[in-house]
């Protein structure tokens, strides 16, 4: 004999306005941004800062200084 294996099965399929209903509370959370104690521009907690380049009081990455795109006229 073989065993009957009940599964737990939706009765009836939700609705698509039902599961979208149920995800509006489905929400990204603020990073947390601290100010990074060398330049004061708000960066991500535990990361390097990608202003200045420093983590820790030194610095860790060099910082490539962005020259602006020049618009083609
Ligand atoms: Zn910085």
């Given at each position: 004999m073989k065993e009957v294996v009940?599964?737990?099965l939706p009765k009836r399929r939700h609705?698509?306005?039902?599961?979208?209903?149920?995800?509006?509370?489905?929400?990204?959370?603020?990073?947390?941004?601290?100010a990074c104690p060398q330049c004061k521009h708000p960066k991500l907690a535990h990361r390097v800062c990608p202003v200045c380049g420093y983590?820790?009081?030194?610095?860790?990455?060099?910082?490539?200084?962005?020259?602006?795109?020049?618009k083609k006229q």
């Amino acid at each position: 004999m073989k065993e009957v294996v009940s599964v737990a099965l939706p009765k009836r399929r939700h609705s698509k306005t039902r599961g979208r209903k149920r995800r509006t509370h489905w929400k990204t959370a603020q990073p947390n941004l601290a100010a990074c104690p060398q330049c004061k521009h708000p960066k991500l907690a535990h990361r390097v800062c990608p202003v200045c380049g420093y983590y820790d009081g030194r610095q860790v990455i060099e910082v490539k200084v962005k020259e602006k795109k020049k618009k083609k006229q």
